[in-house]
């Protein structure tokens, strides 16, 4: 099943809904601060579960309490 890329509207909206999300180099992008290391790592292997029974996988990076997260779809080259 291929994703369709979203159109301007469709991402204004989700921003609009969303105000934690904003674009960044055409990616949705989000910076999560946590108490530590573990709680960090704990919600990206959370995460990692669920992207990976949508078949949809984050560009993400941690450094200790500090986790970035980058989404867009590279199927249909953009954010669906």
């Not at 910076?31 to 290391?37: L, P, V």
């Not at 078949?55 to 989404?71: G, I, M």
Request: charged share 20%; net charge negative; with cysteine.
């Amino acid at each position: 099943m291929q994703n369709s890329k979203a159109i301007p509207e469709q991402l204004s909206e989700f921003l609009s809904e969303n105000k934690l999300w904003s674009l960044k180099e055409d990616k949705l992008h989000q910076e999560f601060i946590f108490r530590d290391f573990i709680t960090a790592f704990g919600f990206m292997t959370q995460m990692a579960l669920i992207a990976e029974s949508l078949n949809h996988h984050p560009e993400w990076s941690n450094k200790y309490n500090h986790v970035v997260v980058n989404l867009t779809t590279h199927d249909c080259n953009g954010i669906s």
